[in-house]
């Protein structure tokens, strides 16, 4: 076969690293197609064959919607467990383990930066830790983000990806739904942007809150959204869930999503809507549009 | 048990306690991992221990689980219960102007001595027909957007609004979901914070999750003695934690539900004493206990101008448990 591999060259240094870099393959959930961990990445960590969106963490988030560096802000917080909180394991060190899985202190990157040259705060919830539930931690760093903005007057952007409230915090994360809630009510009276965008999965308490709040609600494809999680509904119901159910796609059709959008148009879209909302005729304000007036 | 070697509860917690401190001062994770080992070995000691020997019991309160069962008396006051014995020319308004009228959510205009008021609640149904017609107290999106809608004609005329709560939950169902539950009950949230008229929120029963939060936020949160608010039903929670709603008990004690637990937590304002025994031995004796609470919360709120009406509502909420550290 050597007349072969001089002839693809290229194949032939793939197929070298085949060997060395077992574990860079991925297996694309929905179609099952094999991947190369570096083409799902370049491809926006969309399946390149079925576009199936993968679940990326905070700061993945972080990198594609910003245009370059941004400023992380409260990332000291972490829950003092409220409830003493115990089952088969403590929930304190449930927290611990997540920590140092995590780098993060809770489920929410906070962080300003530019979006196509716009300043914004940008909200990246973590899937990771603890299916980027919300008890007081993730519920006063959001709220803290809604603050800024207003004060800033400068746009927010929430990106879900939460299983709902935490329940190792009770009732003081169902709390938080509240507490958000009222302080988007501020960011709808000043009429700051607020751009939520839904993300595999949003459901719980999370969605019937802040992600259901934005001016415009979007989704990415396929992600699971909804109130009730899937197996409760069919517990309730006894009876399997029509394919596609709670999708993205199902709430575009019942008219519960602005928009349902690929991850690599996101950015863009996103951009399009700040100008909407921004944009002035006056060209000094253009120029600064969504910037905070001057003091 | 008396002959069980297994040495008391309160040696395994010195012990765990111990081993707590000593995890601090370990510096290799190597140390760290096998202590964490011990320490989940001296737990499974501890979750073997029978229930049944008093000796090993912790010293915990009695009471969650009875809580629950009496928050979920079959024969409790529900909302059209007390609506008969505090108001008076109670006049039902029905639906949501977009899909239709849902009765597990009831609104009507009343008066409360004397006074204009709005009253609301999630209503539960004593006969099994009764319950089926009310759908066990569970709102679909339509019963939040009937209930947002009859508060803002409430508000538009400046008229004080009394919500009383009493749901196992949003009714988690195929229609509810594509009608948008997730939606109705975001949008109850945000726009409760900002209406310039007084909200007294009462739980009466059962707050079940974000079903009875979405028409519980108000200026002052009350609850009965013996009823609860709760992220998760302690059953949901069993299930979760230990693949076994059978340890519902557990979880309820877990999840600190009960009306003393959310006063220290700073989720309700005040707790309401109900009658000896509980609200289900005397409906009309519960109503008078929570007559006069009614009265003076809404006189302290309706002596507020507006916008500190709202400033301290929103501080309320703000203010809700502020558990961290750092920074
Ligand atoms: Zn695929």
């Known amino acids: 076969m050597a007349w072969f591999r001089k002839e693809k ?15 860079l393959w991925t297996k694309c959930e929905s179609c099952r197609q094999i991947i190369w961990k570096k083409d799902l990445e370049a491809n926006w960590n969309a399946c390149p064959r079925c576009s199936f969106h993968f679940k990326i963490d905070a700061r993945t988030r972080l990198r594609l919607l910003f245009d370059g560096e941004w400023v992380e802000h409260y990332s000291g917080l972490a829950s003092t467990d409220p409830l003493q909180f115990k089952d088969l394991k403590a929930y304190r060190e449930r927290l611990s383990q ?5 780098g993060m202190n809770d489920a929410v990157v906070v962080a300003e930066g530019r979006l196509e040259g716009r300043p914004v705060v940008l909200c990246a919830m973590e899937y990771n830790f603890i299916g980027g539930s919300m008890g007081a931690v993730v519920g006063e760093k959001i709220t803290r983000a809604i603050e800024m903005s207003l004060a800033k007057r400068v746009p927010l952007i929430i990106v879900s990806a939460s299983g709902g409230a935490r329940m190792m915090e009770g009732v003081v994360s169902l709390m938080q739904m509240a507490k958000i809630s009222a302080a988007l009510a501020r960011l709808d009276e000043a009429r700051v942007p607020y751009i939520s965008v839904l993300t595999d999965p949003t459901t719980g308490g999370t969605t019937a809150s802040f992600a259901m709040l934005g001016d415009l609600n979007v989704a990415e494809p396929g992600a699971l959204i909804g109130f009730a999680g899937p197996r409760v509904i069919e517990q309730t119901i006894c009876q399997k869930l029509p394919e596609g159910f709670q999708r993205s796609e199902f709430l575009l059709e019942h008219g519960m999503l602005d928009a349902v959008v690929d991850r690599k148009d996101l950015k863009t879209y996103i951009a399009r809507a700040l100008e909407f909302c921004t944009w002035t005729s006056d060209k000094a304000g253009s120029a600064a549009a969504g910037a905070p007036p001057a003091p | 048990m008396s002959d069980d070697p297994q040495p008391p509860r309160q040696e395994l917690d010195a012990l765990q306690k111990r081993i707590r401190e000593l995890e601090q001062l370990a510096s290799e994770p190597e140390a760290q991992e096998k202590l964490r080992k011990m320490y989940s070995l001296l737990e499974d000691m501890k979750e073997g221990e029978s229930p049944d020997d008093p000796s090993a019991a912790e010293p915990a309160p009695p009471g969650a689980w009875q809580r629950v ?105 195929i229609d509810a979901e594509a009608r948008g539950q997730a939606e109705a009950i975001a949008y109850n949230l945000r726009e409760m914070a900002r209406l310039p008229v007084p909200i007294i929120v009462t739980v009466i029963g059962e707050g079940g999750s974000g079903g009875a939060l979405g028409i519980g936020v108000g200026d002052s949160v009350l609850i009965l003695e013996n009823a609860i608010y709760s992220v998760i039903s302690p059953e949901s929670c069993a299930a979760i934690v230990w693949r076994n709603s059978g340890k519902a008990e557990l979880a309820a004690e877990a999840l600190k539900l009960t009306a003393e637990d959310l006063l220290k937590m700073g989720v309700v304002d005040e707790i309401v004493p109900e009658p000896p025994g509980g609200a289900q031995a005397d409906h009309r004796a519960a109503a008078a206990l929570l007559a006069p609470v009614l009265e003076r919360c809404l006189s302290e709120a309706a002596q507020l101008p507006v916008n500190d009406l709202l400033d301290r509502r929103y501080q309320k909420f703000r203010k809700m448990a502020q558990f961290w550290t750092g920074e």
């Open chain 1, 9 to 23: 060259k290229p194949l032939e240094s793939v197929e070298g690293k085949r060997v060395h870099t077992e574990g």
């Open chain 1, 98 to 102: 997540m920590q140092k899985k995590t």
């Open chain 2, 69 to 173: 069962l009496l928050a979920r008396h079959p024969q409790r006051p529900y909302f059209l219960d007390y609506v008969q014995h505090l108001f008076e020319g109670f006049s039902e308004v029905h639906g949501d102007r977009g899909f239709g009228d849902d009765t597990a959510i009831v609104c009507g205009m009343a008066r409360f001595q004397g006074q204009p008021v709005l009253a609301l609640g999630q209503q539960k149904g004593r006969s099994t027909k009764d319950k089926l017609h009310r759908n066990f107290g569970m709102a679909k999106p339509e019963g939040y957007r009937k209930a947002i809608r009859v508060m803002q004609y409430a508000a538009k005329f400046a008229r004080p609004i009394f919500t009383f709560l009493d749901t196992p939950g949003a009714y988690p169902g």
